[in-house]
């Protein structure tokens, strides 16, 4: 099993930053791919950003520009470091992990932190 805490949501003014994290405990997992969803009310959850083991990153056009997404990998954490922030970035973000253990490979989701941007 992979177990994610996610911090560091929160309310902030427009145009302000916040910095979201999320550690995986992965014992016997090979974490893949980390990244960060988030659903806001009333919406599909949508992809924000994701990043590869190697480094590779994709953002949701978005966030691109304003928002930047890394990772520790002797932590098993990924970070998100958002800027300029919009009052539509106004959401629930949710840490996703694509972890491997054997052949095979795995899903998980953290429960969720409150992001509320004021206009």
């Known amino acids: 099993q992979v177990q994610l805490v996610e911090s560091g949501g929160g309310l902030v003014q427009a145009g302000g930053s916040l910095r979201l994290s999320c550690a995986a405990s992965?014992?016997?997992?090979?974490?893949?791919?980390m990244g960060w969803h988030r659903q806001a009310p009333g919406k599909q959850r949508e992809l924000v950003a994701i990043i590869t083991s190697g480094g590779s990153t994709n953002y949701a056009d978005s966030v691109k520009g304003r928002f930047t997404i890394s990772r520790d990998n002797a932590k098993n954490t990924v970070y998100l470091r958002m800027n300029s922030l919009k009052p539509e970035d106004t959401a629930v973000y949710y840490c996703?992990?694509?972890?491997?253990?054997?052949?095979?490979?795995?899903?998980?989701w953290g429960q969720g932190t409150q992001v509320t941007v004021s206009s």
């Open positions: 996703h992990v694509n972890a491997a253990t054997g052949f095979r490979m795995y899903d998980y």
């Open positions: 992965a014992t016997g997992f090979s974490i893949i791919v």
